[in-house]
């Protein structure tokens, strides 16, 4: 065969190919928001291992193991092939104990190496009195507000307690007595100090909620009566628009209408092509949640409101809506407490724009950005796609960006699931659904997933402007800056740092890793034109720069640090010190 095909010209096709097999992410959905928590934490881990000093003697060990178990629990094989047909067997929970301990085990060994090199850090910025060092791992400054810790710290301060690697998760995590809302402004790649007494808190001024409505100086927010957002409006224009038959923040339950997979699909793995055997309309029932509860208040700082609601399986869904000061973001928290439901079902939360002509969405993926459709291959995943940070739906003249830091199975234009095939793409519509929840694949992934899982969205809404303009827009959202306390380190000697500083437009840095003595920098051009970029020192103070390979082999000096990357390319920069 393939004898033959070196002789016949063959067509070429570029784009992504949208996996069509990871939907059961959503069928373990508490165990995917750790891993995708690990991989965040890993990647911010290597950035601060990166800045002088002498490592800890676990760095590499930990290092090591952090990246194999939490590729271990991305890898395919995720549960027993009698997963749905015998949930509850113990075949099915001995597979799915060892699939899930991968994610917890990741972002714990990712959390030691994190803890160690920002204690370097806080050792090298001094002060005495309870403080917080703020890191941000992002190429950009950034100013945001923060729920950060004030009381109940002493455990966390005690000089050399070996349990202060769980500190950045369980600072970002403490109940709302022991913090406040501030607002903090970090350098790009760097961190900022405060002591405790210190932090700044963030203003209430301009904060209103009366009966239905959340206002800030910017955003006003009114919400229905039996659930969901009836108009959002910030700086005057309506980001909310009408739909037959969803609502934007009513969540909708979804079940084959005989409760069986077999609806869905009649997989036959005999045959070259198993998608085959999807229906292209099975007989489903669509509910949307019933509002059982609903309240606002005003913690100093921001504006609230809660809706709670019971969906048709025993499955209950609360967001709570969240505004603060002259920022025309709206802070969203989705908490899903499951029943357990082995029946197939999924559940959505629907995001809705005004209809203003042709709508494209766009997802981040591993190493570009992809408008979805156009830019995806022939036959690739459509009725769901799967991003890492954020997406974006745009029509004509508006546009939704939204931070996903924990959820990564999107719908766009509807409620499909279909192969690509059989989707007319006349049928989508300016709607874009958070996939909750699901676990309508047959075999492997979990059937009955009870307990609570909790998602985090910053809806950014805003004009129809370039692609990496939003992608900027929404990162700091995405990716929190971590926390660090710390205290009886001597005398203050730095407040503010940077480890280096990259300027370029329409560029993400995708990664920072110590080789060596050297470090090697992955940064990806989002624009359809090449760039320049400029990378200068910090604390990190490189002597050469070297255009490199991903594996880090030096290829070409760069003059004073400026490079040229090609239009959607990924680059490697090596600086060696």
């Known amino acids: 065969i393939f004898d033959r095909l070196r002789k016949e010209e063959l067509p070429l096709l570029s784009g992504d190919w ?13 165990e995917t928001t750790v891993f995708m928590s690990g991989i965040r934490v890993l990647n911010t881990a290597h950035q601060a291992a990166a800045w002088p000093g002498p490592a800890q003697p676990r760095e590499g060990q930990h290092m090591e193991a952090a990246h194999a178990h939490l590729a271990l629990y991305a890898e395919h094989t995720w549960g027993a092939d009698c997963s749905i047909s015998a949930p509850d067997s113990i075949e099915t929970r001995i597979q ?235 802070d969203m928290e989705v908490t899903l407490d499951s029943a357990g439901d082995s029946l197939p079902y999924s559940l959505a939360l629907p995001f809705t724009l005004p209809d203003s002509g042709a709508t494209e969405w766009h997802f981040d993926t591993a190493g570009a950005i992809v408008e979805f459709d156009r830019e995806q291959l022939p036959d690739a995943a459509r009725h769901y796609v799967t991003t890492r ?8 003249s508006l546009a939704l960006s939204i931070a996903t830091p924990d959820l990564p199975l999107w719908k766009f234009g509807g409620m499909f699931f279909a192969p690509t095939r059989q989707l007319d793409p006349a049928e989508r519509s300016p709607v874009t659904l958070a996939w909750l929840a699901n676990n309508y694949w047959e075999v492997n992934f979990l059937a009955n997933q009870s307990g609570r899982t909790r998602y985090r969205f910053r809806l950014l809404p805003h004009a129809r402007e370039a692609i990496n303009a939003s992608y900027t827009r929404a990162l700091p959202y995405a990716v929190s800056p971590r926390i660090h306390a710390y205290r009886q380190l001597g005398p203050i000697r730095s407040t503010t740092e940077s480890l280096l500083e990259l300027r370029g437009e329409g560029v993400s840095l995708e990664s920072v890793t110590k080789i060596g003595s050297h470090t090697l920098l992955t940064i990806l051009n989002l624009c359809d034109t090449a760039t320049m970029i400029t990378i200068s020192p910090g604390a990190l103070k490189w002597t050469e720069a070297w255009q490199a390979r991903m594996d880090g082999t030096p290829v070409t000096q760069l003059a004073g640090g400026r490079m040229a990357l090609t239009p959607r390319g990924v680059h490697g920069v090596l600086l060696l010190t």
Not at 146 to 174: E, K, Y
């Open 18 to 30: 949208t996996d069509y097999w990871n939907l059961g992410a959503g069928s373990s959905a508490r």
């Open 96 to 330: 799915w104990a060892t699939k899930s301990a991968f994610a917890f085990e990741g972002l714990g060994h990712a959390r030691i190496v994190l803890r160690d090199a920002l204690h370097r850090l806080a050792e090298g910025a001094g002060g005495d009195d309870p403080s917080l060092l703020l890191y941000n791992p992002l190429p950009m400054a950034v100013k945001v507000p923060m729920r950060l810790p004030i009381n109940n710290l002493d455990w966390a301060l005690t000089p050399g307690v070996q349990h202060r690697h769980r500190l950045d998760g369980v600072l970002s995590s403490l109940d709302e007595g022991s913090t406040k809302w501030c607002t903090v402004e970090l350098p790009a790649l760097g961190y900022r100090t405060y002591r405790v007494v210190d932090l700044p808190s963030a203003e209430s001024s301009g904060l209103e909620a009366t009966d239905g409505v959340l206002s800030s100086t910017r955003t006003k927010i009114e919400f229905l009566n039996d659930g969901g957002v009836r108009s959002l409006v910030v700086d005057d224009v309506e980001y909310v628009g009408s739909h037959p038959s969803l609502t934007f923040g009513v969540p909708v339950f979804e079940r084959p209408a005989g409760g069986s997979r077999r609806e869905i699909m009649k997989l036959d793995f005999t045959q070259i092509e198993p998608a085959d055997g999807w229906q292209r309309d099975w007989p489903r029932i669509t509910t949307p949640g019933r509002l059982v509860d609903h309240s606002s208040r005003l913690p100093a700082g921001a504006v609230e409101y809660r809706q709670a609601f019971a969906m048709d399986n025993g499955d209950h869904v609360g967001i709570v809506y969240r505004l603060f000061t002259d920022d025309p973001s709206v």
């Open 389 to 396: 940070r954020f997406i974006r739906m745009q029509t004509e």
